[in-house]
């Protein structure tokens, strides 16, 4: 039972446009939602995070959107940079449980 | 200040053998999480381990394991390997746990022939 969702395994931005990740989530009980972005023979690191009680959190280039009703969260990059080539993994949590991630989708930025 | 590393990074073994993998968190942090990775199910939480104790478990069978010490290193067990236990094995730790961001090590890439 995959509780958090991405449903594009992979996508393609012309660098300086701006790349959009979506993530869709089933479990209501989420309250805190992070993106984490991962190179390969790395581990993923921390990209920004957003709390239920805001719909909009932003970090230079990087936003993120949650839409609670829709159980839909969003990660914006703008402009979009050869270097942001790599796998984003969103994740969700509530109260102390683990987190549970999604499966990840490849950004692939084209100069 | 250091990050968190794992140890080995590579490791083959075959089927029925038993492996442990060994995470140190940065300094200071008490949580260590364990997640397994694969193609297609992305990163699976394994538990998570608390100033020694056991915290949080996932949905995995009783041949994984873990454990903590009290300088906060974690080590991971699976008996009995399968087939299907190829897969990276992230640590991740944090000060305390829950809504605070983890830090991942790279990971011990496990093939099982």
């Known amino acids: 039972d995959q509780q958090v969702k991405q449903n594009s395994p992979s996508l393609s931005v012309q660098e300086g446009r701006i790349s959009i990740l979506n993530c869709d989530y089933t479990n209501s009980m989420f309250d805190y939602f992070l993106w984490y972005k991962k190179y390969p023979a790395e581990g993923p690191t921390f990209l920004i995070s957003?709390?239920?009680?805001?719909d909009k959190n932003e970090d230079g280039r990087f936003t993120v959107f949650l839409n609670k009703s829709a159980k839909h969260l969003s990660l914006h990059i703008v402009p979009s940079q050869p270097g942001d080539s790599a796998v984003y993994f969103c994740a969700a949590e509530f109260g102390n449980e683990k987190l549970t991630f999604g499966t990840g989708t490849r950004l692939t930025i084209i100069p | 200040k250091a990050g968190v590393t794992q140890t080995p990074r590579y490791l083959i073994k075959t089927r029925g053998q038993q492996v442990t993998l060994s995470c140190s968190p940065i300094?200071?942090?008490?949580?260590v999480s364990w997640y397994q990775q694969t193609p297609g199910q992305g990163l699976q939480f394994l538990f998570e381990y608390f100033s020694e104790t056991q915290r949080n478990k996932g949905n995995f069978p009783g041949r994984f394991s873990g454990r903590q010490f009290s300088n906060s290193r974690s080590e991971m067990n699976v008996s009995t390997l399968e087939l299907g236990d190829s897969a990276l094995y992230l640590c991740?730790?944090?000060?305390?746990?829950?809504?605070?961001?983890?830090?991942f090590g790279p990971g011990t890439r496990l093939l099982v022939l």
């Open positions: 300094s200071g942090h008490r949580s």
């Open positions: 957003i709390s239920s009680i805001k």
């Open positions: 991740a730790s944090s000060l305390a746990g829950s809504r605070e961001t983890q830090y």
